[in-house]
Antibody, heavy 121, light 108 residues
Framework: QVQLVESGGGVVQPGGSLRLSCAAS????????MHWVRQAPGKGLEWVSF????????YYGDSVKGRFTISRDNSKNTLYLQMNTLRPEDTAVYYC??????????????WGQGTMVTVSS | MVMMQSPATLSVSPGESATLSCRAS???????LAWYQQKPGQAPRLLIY???TRATGVPARFSGSGSGTEFTLTISSLQSEDVAVYYC??????????FGQGTRLEIK
């Protein structure tokens, strides 16, 4: 079945770095742009980043631009999010999400279970 | 683009209907509007996309409507399992996707 599994979360000090991974299965990963979405504890959903199916285009939310980098390895069916210069306000559950259509400008029909990132000293 | 949901919390009796609203700060010219359901400790689940199309496996008692800046999610014959937070999302203003702040649905 179609599945996304995130990993790599944990506790990191302010200013530190972390890399999240999202392993995809059950669909043609190389044919879909992919998204990262986050949710701070007790808060709503915030779109973080998007990468085109071939990695040609990458987009970021204003709150993470210049600090986070999205990438993908289609040979490994895996999506990544490199997070640098982390701040306490980056504390959240991070989800990877698949859009309905390959282009990416669509609703998200498949979500991972999420991985928790805590930025604290 | 800002998405504003109302009310923040809605309490409805079992078997009744619930109406959740979502207003966009700019017109969604192509009705690229989705609704998600999120239960505690779970990832969001897609309910409605393109403003009114039910996602695969979503019961017919969930329906979406609206256009322009005003959108509605209606849940008829409310059941206890519908207790959740519901989010609207616009994907019209690409790539700046935005979500509403959510409506918490409770059972009376």
């Amino acid at each position: 079945q179609v599945q996304l599994v995130e990993s790599g979360g944990g506790v990191v000090q302010p200013g530190g770095s972390l890399r999240l991974s999202c392993a995809a299965s059950g669909f043609t990963f190389s044919g879909f742009g992919m998204h990262w979405v986050r949710q701070a504890p007790g808060k709503g959903l915030e779109w973080v980043s998007f990468i085109r199916y071939d990695a040609y285009n990458k987009y970021y939310g204003d709150s993470v631009k210049g600090r986070f980098t999205i990438s993908r390895d289609n040979s490994k069916n895996t999506l990544y999010l490199q997070m640098n210069t982390l701040r306490p306000e980056d504390t959240a559950v991070y989800y990877c999400a698949k859009p309905l259509s390959g282009g990416g400008q669509d609703a998200f029909d498949i979500w991972g279970q999420g991985t928790m990132v805590t930025v604290s000293s | 683009m800002v998405m504003m949901q109302s009310p923040a919390t809605l309490s409805v009796s079992p078997g009744e209907s619930a109406t959740l609203s979502c207003r966009a700060s700019q017109s969604l010219s192509t009705s690229k509007l989705a609704w998600y359901q999120q239960k505690p400790g779970q990832a969001p689940r897609l309910l409605i996309y393109a403003a009114s199309t039910r996602a695969t496996g979503v019961p017919a008692r969930f329906s979406g409507s609206g256009s322009g800046t005003e959108f509605t999610l209606t849940i008829s014959s409310l059941q206890s399992e519908d207790v959740a937070v519901y989010y609207c999302q616009q994907y019209n203003n690409w790539p700046r996707i935005t979500f509403g702040q959510g409506t918490r649905l409770e059972i009376k």
